[in-house]
């Protein structure tokens, strides 16, 4: 039987593997592999939790419903850093060296390929998961080479949060384009209420942030980062037209420039402060932009609307969190109970009370009740439902950081946009060829 090894110990190893991490756990090219064959789920026993902080406190809710029935099966809640690269280069190492640690993985729904591909997450039974009454999309994005890895958790698309009674004292509407966003800012910015606002941020830290805004940014100017074989396509007019956009609102200050250093939680900050006309952010920020005990500063006056594009609405890339089991744990077969327990229906609902995060039932998106309470969601399915994913390629780790280093230097002025993505082209090209 393998040593069981602590977080601490995983941590550790991690940062002395350093940046080896980043390409490691390539298997060759970008193709799916054969089904494997269907692994027995055997082992009854306490498990880990392995996932980024919850500042809700609503899927800790669920882990301790589920401890409080199963007393000899407890949970462990392994907490892991917020950025979601330091996430994956974790749980990449803990499989590496087929630590057994980690027993149920927290998966960005764009690591599911790599994970499953490597065969360092196990294979589902899907006959015992309700796969059938979650929204196709997110189903999708927990299989690969036709077998389902993972469970889906919650889905995500991206939302243009606006200050909409600054637009109403202003005469102007949540934009479509992205010159609508421009010209609402110039008139927003013109109150004497707005004073020392800045117009739009998104993500643009150099993490996983900044691949789906630009991958965003592609789409909502009629392109994408990959063509439908696999092969990279980035040296395009429309993915140029994006990242001229992100680079030009850079530079003339529609973007702030402390936005360079923004993820998710520092948009929300920015936003719930009220130093922002309009955010690009996820839905799990509502509940806490809505707080009514005064720690938000704009509570009540803002509203949700799909991300602006080129000519029209724009493309969101689809987000959202899978539930897999690592291949090196012990107790699979509690592990697959937890994850039935976790994702069903009844818990997702419950979770909705603490948490914004969208679920993947698409039944909950038509619940009056809870419509009512988080009236974005007919908005957020829509996003969901006409998102594009971002590349499902093995090599994701490697893919990924390819972007955020051409993409980062493009938007902060050090390399010419069309520079950029020729180098990137090539670099893709080389990484998954």
């Known amino acids: 039987m393998r040593q069981r090894r602590h977080a601490r110990t995983i941590a550790a190893a991690t940062l002395a593997a350093g940046s080896m991490i980043a390409i490691a756990g390539c298997s060759g090219g970008g193709g799916e592999s054969a089904a494997p064959a ?45 950025d979601a690269d330091q996430q994956r280069q974790q749980m990449v190492q803990n499989a590496q060296i087929e630590s057994d640690a980690y027993t149920v993985l927290n998966l960005d729904v764009v690591w599911t390929s790599e994970f499953a591909a490597n065969r360092w997450i196990a294979p589902l039974p899907e006959d015992e998961l309700p796969v059938d009454e979650m929204i196709p999309a997110t189903v999708d994005a927990a299989t690969y080479a036709d077998t389902l890895f993972a469970a889906p958790y919650y889905t995500d698309g991206a939302l243009l949060y606006s200050r909409t009674d ?34 739009y941020a998104g993500q643009f830290d150099r ?22 074989d696999g092969e990279p396509d980035v040296d ?18 529609m973007i702030p420039r402390d936005a360079i250093t923004f993820q998710e939680e520092q948009g929300r900050e920015a936003f719930q402060s009220g130093s922002l006309v309009f955010l690009r952010n996820w839905p799990y920020i509502y509940n806490a932009l809505n707080a009514d005990d005064g720690s938000s500063q704009v509570a009540g006056t803002f509203g949700v609307s799909p991300i602006p594009g080129l000519e029209g609405p724009g493309v969101s890339t689809l987000g959202g969190r899978n539930i897999a089991i690592s291949s090196f744990a012990e107790n699979k077969e509690t592990a697959l109970e937890f994850i039935q327990f976790f994702v069903s229906e009844e818990q997702e609902s419950a979770r909705l009370e603490l948490s914004s995060r969208a679920p993947v039932y698409s039944a909950l998106f038509e619940d009056a009740a809870v419509t009512g309470r988080l009236p974005y969601l007919p908005t957020l ?40 993505l020729s180098s990137l082209q090539s670099e893709l090209e080389e990484i998954v060829g």
């Not at 392995?50 to 392994?78: F, M, Y």
């Not at 090599?395 to 520079?419: F, L, M």
């Open 207 to 228: 993490n996983e942030g900044l691949t789906v805004n630009f991958s965003e940014a592609v789409a909502s100017a009629g392109g994408s980062l990959f063509t439908a």
């Open 38 to 82: 269907e692994e027995e789920l055997t082992g009854r026993g306490p498990i880990t939790y392995v996932s980024s902080p919850d500042a809700s406190g609503a899927a800790q809710k669920t882990i301790d419903a589920w401890n409080t029935e199963h007393p000899d099966e407890k949970v462990e809640w392994i907490e892991l850093p917020l």
């Open 236 to 253: 395009t007019p429309e993915a140029l037209t994006a990242l001229e956009w992100l680079a030009d609102g850079y530079a003339s200050g």
């Open 381 to 420: 399915l829509t996003a969901v439902e006409t998102g594009q994913p971002r590349p499902k390629v093995v090599q994701y780790g490697a893919v990924t950081a390819a972007i955020q280093d051409a993409v980062y230097g493009a938007v902060t002025g050090d390399t010419a946009p069309e520079d950029a």
């Open 166 to 199: 600054l637009l109403e004292a202003a005469g102007v509407e949540a934009p479509q384009t992205w010159e609508e966003l421009q010209a609402a800012c110039d008139a927003v910015l013109a109150l004497p209420e707005a004073a020392g606002m800045s117009c």
